[in-house]
């Protein structure tokens, strides 16, 4: 056994003597091809800047969000307030980007920690319930954002509804049926004289079909008949789900003030009740008038307006498309007056003496399948993520629901590198899923390799600080064909306090390929007793397993060595993960960007990375955005 062990440490020790002999012969390498190559850095005084000693080159912040309300059937979804979301606020595109999570109020609250952008002073909140949806801008304030609700909220919906129609159909959340959408694909559109018809409308949830007449009165001209449009017209606020397609129809009434085109929808299996969604209403106005139904509006963003004893609903500003999410949508919940229909009648009648309005309107429509759960976990099948799925709910998403977060690294570390940030870089987001009690069972780690700019083999972890190695029950789809990492049987790290999570074991091999490392745990933990994400991400460079290379300021795992014996000059003598100057070898941004030409600095390629860290992160937060005058494209890649 002794002879065993002196075998093992010799060995250890010329693995060890040999992988630092690569290191420094790749440093001597590196310094030989500046010496050689005046363009090589044109701006060699990064590695002589001083950053405080202090700084992270963090981009992000931790905000807790608290929002209280007690109410019944209630959904929030929460975004950043970025520039990219007041955009599309002001488009009529969709989804909404930067969404963090989407969740029901559990025993009257919702506290979450998210992970956000240092740039973002304001949370965008959509409050959804069944008889309106409101939206409201909350300030981040000492990194907490929080909302009780009272009562009211920040856009109510103009409408006129009874006390009695506001209590139909209430006793489930969310019955906009964002997930449950109308099939349109397969349609049938035919014209037979005046009388139009689309055929072939599916609603998937229920297993039944439909076929809309029009039929003009009065002189009225159905001008280009039934049509669809594409997927540009799907609803940002209501953040569809496969949300493809809208029927258009084009009216004139040719200032006949009594003509009307009548549109009839016949179903082959009674329904309880469906979502009428309308767009671009302007001056014309929709009135229902059959008799197996009843009409509550439920959203009309400020401008929509139901007259509930006319049954008339109209736009009460039909010169504003600006915000088409607010004032060019709305959304109609269609009950049955009793029991079933199977028929819904209504006409759409333009204004003759208004030169206005936009003759195209569109309108389609979405499932309710109403109280209905089909694992059984609490959480209605059109709010669950997970619905076949008891032990899963909800998710949040960093950095958002729509983008990814960058992890840039050099590899020289103990040594100083080019600082081109390119010898490995990964694009990734972290997904944590939630039971129903909003406790945690699982995170996902979803990354794509974007760069092998390195001459080593380069492995990378995360350790998730807080979470006990034993209560993971396994851990899917690494990729590991070496011996770096010495993994027990439930996927995790042996030998480690912490859980530490192996993604792959050679970079080289995954460029640009999508992974996904699931971690399942035994036991649903609160999110509160784990470190926020992006945990501790960190590179083991070709294969010397204790040399991890971690962000700024960040400790090793209980196997890494933040202060090795090396052979040369070594740049890291506190074992910082930073230069005697402040420097990092590795940064992650909150946000997916280009990466540098081999041997650029990253100052050479972001203008003002330099004003950022100088300043500690206090200026220039945005250093890394596409902004006028804050690239210089000729030392990116893909440029």
Request: net charge negative; hydrophobic share 35%.
């Amino acid at each position: 056994m002794k002879k065993n062990r002196i075998f093992r440490l010799v060995l250890i020790f010329i693995t060890a003597f040999i992988f630092q002999g690569c290191l420094k012969e790749k440093y001597n390498d590196y310094l030989e091809s500046i010496a050689n190559d005046s363009t090589a850095i044109e701006n060699p005084i990064l590695t002589d800047l001083k950053f405080p000693s202090d700084f992270d080159f963090k981009t992000e912040t931790i905000v807790s969000v608290s929002i209280n309300d007690n109410s019944p059937n209630v959904l929030y979804e929460v975004y950043a307030y970025s520039d990219e979301l007041i955009n599309s606020l002001d488009s009529i595109t969709g989804p909404l980007p930067n969404k963090l999570f989407e969740r029901l109020p559990f025993n009257g609250s919702i506290q979450e920690s998210v992970t956000l952008s240092s740039i973002i002073d304001n949370l965008f909140i959509v409050r959804k319930s069944n008889e309106h949806i409101d939206d409201f801008v909350v300030p981040i304030i000492q990194n907490s954002a929080s909302y009780t609700y009272n009562g009211s909220a920040g856009k109510k919906t103009v409408s006129k509804i009874t006390t009695e129609k506001s209590q139909r159909n209430t006793d489930c959340a969310n019955v906009y049926g964002q997930r449950f959408y109308t099939d349109l694909s397969n349609t049938i559109i035919e014209t037979n004289g005046d009388i139009n018809t689309i055929s072939n409308i599916q609603f998937p949830k229920q297993g039944v079909t439909a076929i809309i007449t029009a039929t003009p009165v009065d002189g009225v001209e159905l001008k280009n008949r039934l049509s669809l449009a594409g997927a540009g017209f799907s609803t940002p606020i209501f953040t569809f789900s496969g949300f493809n397609f809208w029927i258009s129809s084009r009216i004139d009434t040719n200032n006949d003030s009594d003509g009307y085109v009548e549109f009839e929808m016949t179903f082959d299996t009674p329904v309880q009740n469906l979502l009428m969604h309308f767009r671009s209403v302007d001056a014309s106005m929709y009135q229902f008038v059959g008799a197996q139904h009843a009409e509550t509006i439920l959203s009309g963003g400020s401008e929509f307006f139901y007259d509930d004893s006319e049954r008339i609903l109209k736009d009460i500003d039909s010169r504003s498309k600006g915000r088409y999410y607010r004032d060019g949508y709305g959304s109609i919940l269609i009950s049955a007056t009793s029991g079933t229909f199977d028929k819904i009648v209504w006409r759409r009648i333009d204004d003759p003496t208004s030169n206005s309005q936009n003759d195209s309107n569109w309108f389609t429509f979405s499932e309710i399948e109403v109280c209905n759960d089909q694992d059984g976990d609490g959480v209605t099948d059109s709010v669950d993520e997970y619905p076949n799925d008891a032990t899963k709910a909800y998710s949040t998403t960093y950095p958002s629901s729509s983008t990814k977060a960058s992890l840039i690294f050099e590899d020289l570390w103990p040594f100083k590198g080019d600082y081109d940030f390119n010898d490995t870089a990964l694009d990734y987001s972290i997904i944590k899923i939630f039971n129903s009690s909003n406790q945690l069972v699982a995170i996902d780690f979803d990354y794509v390799v974007t760069s092998d700019g390195a001459g080593f083999v380069n492995s990378m972890a995360f350790e998730i600080e807080g979470l006990n190695p034993n209560n993971v029950a396994s851990i899917t789809g690494q990729i590991l064909e070496g011996d770096v990492f010495n993994l027990a049987n439930n996927g995790t790290e042996l030998g480690q306090q912490h859980t530490v999570v192996a993604l792959f074991d050679d970079h080289s091999t995954l460029v640009n390929q999508e992974n996904i490392v699931r971690v399942t745990f035994v036991n649903p933990i609160l999110d509160t007793s784990l470190d926020f994400a992006p945990f501790n991400p960190f590179l083991v460079a070709n294969g010397e397993r204790e040399k991890e290379i971690h962000l700024a300021n960040y400790e090793p795992t209980t196997l890494g060595n933040s202060q090795p014996e090396v052979l040369g000059n070594n740049a890291d003598i506190d074992g910082s993960y930073t230069t005697e100057n402040g420097l990092p070898w590795a940064i992650n941004v909150i946000e997916s960007f280009p990466l540098l030409l081999e041997k650029e600095p990253i100052n050479t390629g972001y203008l003002y990375f330099e004003e950022w860290g100088l300043s500690g992160g206090q200026n220039r937060k945005d250093w890394y955005k596409d902004f006028p005058d804050y690239r210089n494209r000729a030392k990116l890649k893909g440029n």
